[in-house]
C-alpha cells in the first residue's frame, strides 16, 4: 500500500491529506475527547448533503431528489465550515442529492483549502475540468458510487447506462492523480459481484485508493426490504473488510465497528452529525427529524453544545443497541420525536409514518459473532480514533436490547427475488 501511495498518487494531494485527513483530523478527535470529559459537545466530523437534487433515480433512496431543488447556500455553508474549524474540524463530508449538481460547490473547495472534503457521488459530473480544479484545490477526494454490474446498476439506479458514465468519471478522476475511493451500499443484488476479491482487485489495477462498504438501509418513501441483507450477510461483509484490511494494498472504510469488533454507530457516539439541504442539523442522514438548524441565530457550538433533542438521541439508542437504530429500533426514533416536537426535515412529509412501517431487522450488531480488526495499523487507528467514546459503556444495557431475528420473519424478508441477483 505504501508503494501504492509513493508512486501512484500526486505527492502534493498526498501531502495535504496526511496533514489535513490525518494529522489534523486527530487533533479533532483529540478535542472531542477533551470536550465530553468537561460534559460539552461537539462533533469532530461533519456531513453536509448541500442539494437535494440528483440525476438518477436510485432504490430506496431517502432524499427528495425530485422535489423542487433546494440547497445550502455558499455563504450558509461557509458560516458553518468556519464554525466547524473554530472547534478544530478539520474534515467534511459533502452529499446529495448528487452535490457536483450544486453550482457552487467547487467554488466552496477553493474557499476552505485548509480542511479537507470527502464529495459522496455518482461520478456522473468529474470530467477531466472539474477534475484539473480538484486537483488544483488538493484537499478534496471523490467518493463514487458503484452499485453492481451494468444490468444491477441500471436496475439500482433507475435508468440505463448508469455504469458506464460512473466508470468514466473513476477514470477521469484517476487519471488527474486525485486520491479516489469507491463505495458501495451492499444488498442482495450486488453482494455476490462487488463483496469478492475480484472486484477490489480490479479497483486496484484503476488507480483506486480506497473502497467503503456500506450495508443497505430499507428506508424512505419507497423501502425495498427484499434487498435488505441477512444476519450472516452482514457478518460476511465484516469478515471480508477485515480480511481485506489484512491482505490487499487498498484502504478499506467502515463505519460500524471499533477494533475489537464491537458495534457501534457513529451518530449515537457523537463522532459525527449531519446538517440537510434544508440546513436541519440531524443525527445522521437517514434520520430526517430536527430541532435544530445551522440558520438559526445562535452560534453552532451552542446549539450542538445544548441540543436536547441530540443528546437524548445519543443517550436513548446507546440504552438500547450498538446498531443501527432506524434498522433496529424505529420506534425510538418516534418517541423522540414526539417528546421533542421534532420536525420533518423532508419535502414529502411523511417520515414519521415511514419509521411506523419499518420492520425491525438487524444491523451491525450481533451479539457473540464480534469480529475484530486482523491489522495492526487498523487496530491502533481505532483504538483512537473510532471508538465509542464511552458512549455505549455508560449507557448500554444488554438486557433493554430487543434482538429483530427473534421476532418473526416478514413475508417480504424470505423473498429475495432472483430477478434482483
Not at 460476511?236 to 471499533?258: L, N
Amino acid at each position: 500500500m505504501a508503494r501504492r501511495f509513493a508512486l501512484e498518487t500526486d505527492k502534493r494531494l498526498l501531502a495535504k491529506a496526511v496533514w489535513m485527513l490525518g494529522v489534523k483530523g486527530l487533533r479533532s478527535v483529540h478535542r472531542h475527547k477533551r470536550r465530553l470529559k468537561k460534559g460539552e459537545f461537539f462533533p469532530p466530523f461533519l456531513y453536509m448533503s448541500v442539494i437535494n437534487s440528483c440525476n438518477l433515480r436510485c432504490q430506496g433512496c431517502w432524499v427528495d431528489v425530485a422535489a423542487k431543488q433546494h440547497k445550502i447556500e455558499l455563504d450558509a455553508a461557509t458560516r458553518t465550515i468556519e464554525q466547524a474549524k473554530e472547534m478544530g474540524n478539520s474534515f467534511f463530508g459533502i452529499l446529495g442529492g448528487e452535490p457536483f449538481m450544486h453550482k457552487d460547490l467547487l467554488t466552496l473547495f477553493e474557499r476552505h483549502r485548509d480542511v479537507y472534503f470527502q464529495v459522496f457521488t455518482n461520478g456522473h459530473f468529474i470530467t477531466d475540468e472539474v477534475a484539473k480544479r480538484l486537483r488544483d484545490c488538493g484537499n478534496v477526494t471523490p467518493l463514487i458510487s458503484v452499485e453492481g454490474s451494468e444490468i444491477i446498476s441500471d436496475t439500482r439506479r433507475g435508468r440505463g447506462g448508469v455504469l458506464n458514465q460512473t466508470m468514466a468519471g473513476i477514470e477521469a478522476a484517476v487519471r488527474n492523480k486525485l486520491l479516489v475511493g469507491v463505495c458501495t451500499s451492499v444488498c442482495k443484488s450486488n453482494i455476490d459481484d462487488l463483496v469478492s476479491e475480484k472486484w477490489v482487485d480490479r479497483l486496484i489495477e484503476m488507480g483506486v485508493m480506497y473502497c467503503w462498504f456500506h450495508i443497505y438501509r430499507p428506508v424512505g418513501p419507497e423501502p425495498n426490504p427484499q434487498l435488505a441483507l441477512s444476519s450472516e450477510e452482514q457478518r460476511r461483509v465484516r469478515q471480508f473488510v477485515v480480511d481485506t484490511r489484512a491482505t490487499k494494498p487498498i484502504v478499506v472504510i467502515d463505519a460500524y465497528h471499533d477494533d475489537a469488533g464491537n458495534a457501534l454507530c457513529p451518530a449515537v457516539t457523537g463522532f459525527t452529525h449531519h446538517v440537510g439541504p434544508w440546513g436541519d442539523i440531524e443525527p445522521c442522514p437517514v434520520i430526517q427529524l430536527a430541532t435544530e438548524s445551522i440558520h438559526d441565530d445562535r452560534p453552532l457550538k451552542d446549539t450542538f453544545n445544548n441540543s436536547a433533542f441530540l443528546k437524548d438521541f445519543r443517550e436513548l439508542t446507546a440504552g438500547e443497541t450498538r446498531g443501527c437504530v432506524i434498522m433496529e429500533r424505529p420506534d425510538l426514533l418516534v418517541e423522540l420525536a414526539e417528546k421533542h416536537g421534532a420536525r420533518d426535515t423532508t419535502a414529502r412529509g411523511g417520515v414519521i409514518d415511514e419509521l411506523k412501517n419499518v420492520s425491525p431487522r438487524r444491523s451491525q450488531y450481533q451479539p457473540g459473532d464480534e469480529i475484530p480488526e486482523r491489522s495492526f495499523v487498523y487496530r491502533w487507528a481505532k483504538k483512537y480514533a473510532f471508538n465509542d467514546f464511552g458512549t455505549y459503556a455508560k449507557h448500554f444495557d444488554a438486557n433493554r436490547y430487543q434482538d429483530p431475528d427473534t421476532k418473526a420473519v416478514a413475508p417480504e424478508l424470505v423473498q429475495i427475488g432472483e430477478t434482483n441477483r
